[in-house]
């Protein structure tokens, strides 16, 4: 059973990084085809045209993000912040599991203060201020500590469904199971908000200034 669960994380592993490495390797291929890198006809062009397409694939990125909407660079963000913040969870414990780096465990007395409690007050605190304000300016940025919060908590799972510090046991594995799940979850939001926007301009008719109406 152990070991099923161990190469079903492997495998969702696996799975995720395919998908992200196959999504960017075909963004800058069609970015190569419209752009001006050259046709990788040899193994010069292809180096030359490799640096090209990727430069002009970030530009894109760049200007595509400052250009999104509100909701989409919150979804985005959320995205990306839930990403980091568990890669860099899981990386602080192991290395305070090795005794190495200058990460330590906080304890208050005799409690062990594990890490989804600074999550739950990173999402309670960025979720409460969202709905607070309403504003579709600050909501981005919002969607950052909302998102690392999130992470903090979801790194936690098997221990707060077991009550017990499972998190190096194999119980624990369905904490990175979860993991993973959310940010393919969050990967589909993403996708899906950009498919919303594109479909809303084609079937929502647009104000004057060129604006979708309310």
């Known amino acids: 059973m152990r070991g ?7 495998r969702l592993a696996a799975l995720a990084g395919t998908a992200v490495v196959a999504l960017a390797a075909a963004e800058v291929a069609h970015v190569w085809r419209r752009g001006s890198a050259p ?6 062009a292809l180096v030359r045209g490799g640096g090209i397409a990727a430069r002009e694939t970030a530009q894109a990125l760049e200007a595509g ?3 999104a909407s509100a909701d989409e660079t919150a979804t985005l963000n959320l995205f990306l912040s839930f990403g980091l913040a568990f890669a860099a969870a899981r990386a602080v414990t192991h290395s305070i599991r090795r005794g190495a780096g200058p990460f330590r465990n906080v304890r208050i ?7 989804f409690v600074p999550g739950i007050a990173l999402a309670l605190g960025a979720g409460g201020a969202s709905i607070t304000l309403r504003s579709h300016a600050v909501d981005p940025w919002l969607a950052v500590p909302f998102g690392a919060g999130a992470a903090l908590i979801v790194d936690e799972t098997a221990l707060l469904i077991e009550l017990e510090d499972v998190y190096w046991s194999d119980r624990g594995v369905v904490s990175i199971d979860v993991g993973f799940g959310a940010m393919a979850l969050l990967a589909v ?10 479909g809303e301009a084609l079937v ?11």
């Open 204 to 214: 929502l008719p647009a104000t004057a200034d060129g604006s979708l109406s309310d």
């Open 39 to 44: 046709p990788p006809d040899s193994a010069r």
């Open 189 to 198: 939001l993403a996708l899906l908000a950009r498919a919303l926007r594109r």
């Open 4 to 10: 099923r669960e161990r190469h079903r994380t492997r």
């Open 109 to 115: 007395g005799r409690r062990h203060i594990h890490h």
């Open 65 to 67: 993000y400052r250009g």
